[in-house]
């Protein structure tokens, strides 16, 4: 693994216009950033980051089956008391999910290491499927990379073939929805639609700000039409705690992801998993935290956090590095082992499930070892002899 000054595709910014990335800077600051690429060997990615995220997914769904038969599980992951029948439900009635993604601290030796499951409200999805294939192509077209330069990316083949699978599993109408402002997100419902229209599986867009609740409960569109399925860019814990969210178990409505991600995007997730799976080389061990100082050599992550908002690291040298946000409430504690240094980058490689397969991957890189909002999606390549596996 290696970090490859490149030079830029003089006409990436027409690209990005013509398929739609409006997000690609954000704030005046460069969002995508392909200055520069991560290189490295087909072995690298096989045996250090597709095989294991797919065993890591196996073992999440295992754990699922698990804490929506406990109550006291669900106490640990704090999911308020009023909705877990709700998500237990939803997984005995097999409610099929999307997407996911996995989060992993790797620099090319020893084991990956997982931070935390994105399977929720997963983001960086438009850029790591399409756009990144993208600058490959352009970059091989030119002679920049060589010929035989491959990436680990079957993601948008998987998400058609997926939303295939799902055209008989999702009640119509099926509806796409995100926060109206967010262009980032609204970026990716768009994405989104396209790879099911691709499918032949119609949904209408909304912003969720315009969601009706008619008075018999059900979730409506502008229009009263009570919708069937809803794929929703929006987090499901924080629509558990507000008064429009409250409709949500007796509504009918079909959430995709489905109401049971609701434990696997909790962070308590990571000590449950460490719990039943100690000293497996892919995990960090991790444990609830108990308000206690946090010792050298630990993490403290909100249950709840999210884009690297509110973690507090005291490695293990004595050193602090904290970040602000707005995430209070139960937190887990984790093993220190920080980001890698690439060039004064510290990447972070997002491994993409799509049903049940992983199927690609991408890199955010900060300035800091806390991968924050403000980090930028850095392209890879697999520079490597003829390979095993083709990713097309």
């Not at 997926?162 to 929805?177: D, I, M």
Request: proline content about 7%; charged content about 25%; aromatic content about 10%.
């Amino acid at each position: 693994m290696k970090r490859v000054r490149i030079d830029e595709r003089s006409q990436w910014r027409a690209r990005a216009a013509e398929s739609g990335f409006r997000f690609h800077t954000i704030d005046g600051l460069p969002y995508w950033d392909e200055t520069a690429y991560y290189a490295f060997t087909l072995r690298q990615i096989e045996q250090d980051i597709e095989d294991p995220s797919a065993e890591l997914h196996a073992m999440a769904m295992e754990l699922v089956d698990e804490v929506v038969r406990s109550e006291q599980l669900m106490d640990q992951l704090a999911i308020p008391p009023a909705f877990r029948d709700w998500i237990a439900n939803s997984w005995r009635r097999g409610e099929p999910h999307l997407y996911g993604r996995l989060d992993f601290a790797y620099d090319g030796t020893g084991p990956a290491k997982l931070y935390e499951l994105n399977y929720d409200t997963p983001t960086s999805l438009f850029e790591a499927s399409f756009f990144q294939w993208q600058w490959l192509e352009d970059q091989r077209n030119q002679n920049r990379l060589p010929p035989q330069a491959d990436q680990f990316n079957a993601i948008h083949e998987a998400l058609v073939e997926r939303f295939g699978q799902l055209s008989a599993q999702l009640p119509p109408p099926l509806y796409f929805t995100a926060v109206g402002a967010s262009e980032e997100d609204q970026g990716t419902v768009a994405y989104l639609r396209d790879c099911a229209a691709q499918a032949g599986l119609r949904g209408e867009a909304i912003a969720i700000e315009d969601i009706g609740l008619s008075e018999d409960g059900r979730f409506t569109a502008l229009d009263d039409t009570v919708i069937g399925s809803l794929f929703k860019l929006y987090p499901l814990e924080d629509l558990m705690t507000e008064s429009f969210g409250q409709a949500l178990p007796g509504s009918g409505v079909q959430l995709l992801e489905p109401a049971w991600k609701a434990i696997l995007s909790n962070k308590g997730v990571l000590p449950l998993l460490w719990q039943r799976h100690r000293g497996h080389p892919n995990l960090l061990a991790a444990e609830f935290d108990d308000g206690s100082a946090l010792p050298p050599g630990w993490v403290r992550k909100p249950l709840f956090s999210r884009e690297g908002a509110n973690v507090a690291m005291h490695l293990a040298d004595g050193s602090w590095q904290e970040s602000e946000g707005p995430y209070n409430g139960p937190a887990i504690r984790q093993a220190a082992h920080p980001l890698t240094a690439f060039d004064g980058g510290y990447p972070l490689i997002g491994s993409w499930i799509v049903g049940d397969q992983a199927c690609g991957m991408g890199i955010r890189e900060d300035n800091s070892r806390i991968t924050r909002d403000s980090a930028r999606f850095v392209p890879h390549a697999i520079i490597d002899e003829a390979p095993t596996r083709i990713y097309v």
